[in-house]
């Protein structure tokens, strides 16, 4: 069963470093996301991307986050200076459209992001 | 704006027991569509159901049954003779075409299930 892939699965980094997160959707949906789990929190949506741009994205997603479809497969978020309080879990997610036809959003495994 | 309410942060039953997880929404949109996710210990998030605010018809997946008011804007989960397997928090959550279709979870509900 195709599934979204996620790496890695674990990433440490020092504060103010740069990070890129990187997902592979499943292979033919066409809508994609970020969203992150602070330890013990809700999950909570950062940003929604389809046919090359931002379709969508939250406070969170300031300017010191960045997303991008650098192939047919990938799809990376890009964090440029880290904070301590960037430390959670940022899922992947896609699916195949949008609407009432078929909508249901596939998660990854999640990359456990650490900031020290 | 639009909200998620799982007001049941834990719960705890004994195997074999039925027990429902509840969920309350708030949207101002007339489409709209609700989600239920499972979050095992292991982390991941498994996507369990979608409904569409225009489909109000119940359903049951084998222990699994959703019920779907429009009138209490409740989605409420159920799962009857409860596993341990089942341990989990469970995540209700409402996208809509104004978001982009970003989910917006509920706080989530950790079920213990003991044998």
Partial sequence: EPEVTQTPSHQVTQMGQEVILRCVPISNHLYFYWYRQILGQKVE??????????????EIFDDQFSVERPDGSNFTLKIRSTKLEDSAMYFCASSESVGFTS?????????RLTVT | AQKVTQAQTEISVVEKEDVTLDCVYET???????????????GELVFL??????DEQNEISGRYSW?????????NFTITASQVVDSAVYF??????????AL??????SLLVTP
């Fill in chain 1, 45 to 58: 949506f950062l940003v929604s991307f389809y046919n090359n741009e931002i379709s969508e994205k939250s």
């Fill in chain 1, 103 to 111: 909508y249901e959003q596939y998660f990854g495994p999640g990359t």
């Fill in chain 2, 28 to 42: 101002r949109d007339t489409t709209y569509y609700l989600f239920w996710y499972k979050q095992p210990p292991s």
């Fill in chain 2, 49 to 54: 159901i979608r409904r569409n605010s225009f």
């Fill in chain 2, 67 to 75: 019920n779907f008011q429009k009138s209490t804007s409740s989605f």
């Fill in chain 2, 92 to 101: 209700c959550a409402l996208s809509h075409s104004n978001s982009g279709y």
């Fill in chain 2, 104 to 109: 917006n979870f509920g706080k989530g509900t």
